[in-house]
């Protein structure tokens, strides 16, 4: 069975950071592409991250370009999201997302980022 748990999350102040873990079991990870999403109260889920299975090769939205970074440790089963220079903006539920060409997307829990004096 195929587990993502993500770590991290909590509350800090407009331009401090924070850095996700979201730790998989239960499947190879490297053959999985895996992403960060978030989602705010009201708003849709949004992709902030991903970075591809074998070649490494990551992109990011818009809003967050520049101040984030999204990496994968495969020999801990492990993918990171290291923000910085955090924004009120970017409060949401953040969201780990593994998933594999042709199949449905397996999904973390979420952990909260609340960013707020």
């Known amino acids: 069975q195929v587990q993502l748990v993500e770590s991290g999350g909590g509350s800090v102040q407009p331009g401090g950071s924070l850095r996700l873990s979201c730790r998989a079991s239960?499947?190879?990870?490297?053959?999985?592409?895996m992403s960060w999403y978030r989602q705010a109260p009201g708003k849709e889920r949004e992709l902030v991250a991903q970075?591809?299975?074998?070649?490494?090769?990551?992109n990011y939205a818009d809003s967050v370009k520049g101040r984030f970074t999204i990496s994968r440790d495969n020999a801990e089963n492990t993918v990171y999201l290291q923000m910085n220079s955090l924004k009120r903006e970017d409060t949401a539920v953040y969201y780990c997302?593994?998933?594999?060409?042709?199949?449905?997307?397996?999904w973390g829990q979420g952990t909260q980022v609340t960013v707020s004096v």
């Open positions: 997302s593994a998933r594999r060409l042709y199949y449905s997307p397996h």
């Open positions: 970075i591809a299975s074998v070649s490494g090769d990551t």
């Open positions: 239960g499947l190879t990870f490297s053959n999985y592409r």
